[in-house]
């Protein structure tokens, strides 16, 4: 079997496909798209398996090592206070284990990722156990060294963060979702997920107005700038000036469109 050691591969995954990309580089990474293929929403683990079987196979990958991003839907991200009073590693796992069951609304069938902190709110972030099972029983089968998995939107945040100052919001949209970053010093602080409607797309205060309800929810001052990336609605980038005049409004920026695994390597697809 030819192999592929010292290649550095990519692969992202996502309801409706996956794609896989040769990494180049270090501390600025390029990356080639090799391959994408589609799947149905409603596919099982177990379809998927074969699909992911059938791309490797097309590629020389073994020796290789591999990093995966996974969309959110499939790696929800929130949030956790730590405990009053709960100062034990075990009082942290617990309070991870019941944030991440509200948002993924089911008691089994997740793992659970975190750096927990006594002293303020920390992200965690949970992976369906089926998918990393399929991740883990292809790279055994392809001889692939898989060196990490992570939620796109923690890949997002890692690109983007160094690019705020004290007091921006930073918000991430994708397929109808705004996630607003709340970081009023620069270290995660809150997760909010937030739905938009058509309706709401076309309405360029709409970012403002929920990041100050947002504000008023958490009991936090309206962030001095939102800072959108993504795939932002056009009325909101179109009408950035005019938002951002209005009184009592923070000041929207758009940072780019980096919110998805292809923009985030630089490929177009």
């Keep these: 079997m030819p192999s592929a050691s010292g290649k550095r591969l990519a692969l ?31 596919a099982s683990d177990s379809q998927r398996g ?10 020389t990958v073994a020796g290789a090592t591999l990093e995966v991003l996974v969309a959110d839907v499939w790696a929800p991200s929130a949030s956790v206070q730590p405990p009053v009073n709960g100062a034990t590693l075990e009082d942290l796992q617990t309070a991870v284990a019941l944030r991440l069951r509200a948002v993924t609304d089911a008691t089994t069938g997740w793992e659970t ?13 949970a992976l369906r156990s089926g998918l990393l099972d399929v991740l883990r029983k292809q790279c055994q089968r392809h001889g692939l060294h898989l060196v990490s998995v992570q939620p796109l939107f923690a890949a997002v ?9 004290s007091g921006q919001w930073l918000g991430i949209c ?11 010093k620069l270290h995660m602080e809150q997760l909010r997920r937030l739905d938009f409607a058509a309706q709401d797309a076309e309405n360029p ?21 939102l800072a959108l990336c993504g795939a932002v609605p056009l009325p909101w980038r179109d009408t950035m000036q005019a938002v951002s005049s209005a009184r009592h409004a923070a000041s929207v920026v758009y940072l780019g469109p980096v919110g998805d695994a292809p923009s985030l390597w630089g490929l177009r697809t």
């Excluded at 945040?157 to 100052?165: F, G």
């Design 12 to 42: 992202s995954l996502g309801p409706h496909g996956a794609q896989l990309a040769l990494r180049a580089g270090l501390w600025r990474p390029r990356y080639r798209l090799l391959e994408s293929l589609v799947w149905e929403a409603q």
């Design 50 to 59: 074969l699909a992911l079987d059938a791309l490797l196979l097309r590629h």
């Design 113 to 125: 990722a975190s750096e927990p902190r006594v002293s303020g709110r920390f992200v965690a972030s």
């Design 157 to 165: 945040w890692n690109h983007w963060h160094s690019a705020l100052a």
């Design 174 to 184: 994708s397929a109808g979702v705004l996630t607003l970053c709340v970081a009023p």
């Design 205 to 225: 205060r709409w970012p403002v107005d929920a990041a100050q309800r947002e504000g008023l929810r958490l009991g936090l001052p309206v962030p001095a700038t």
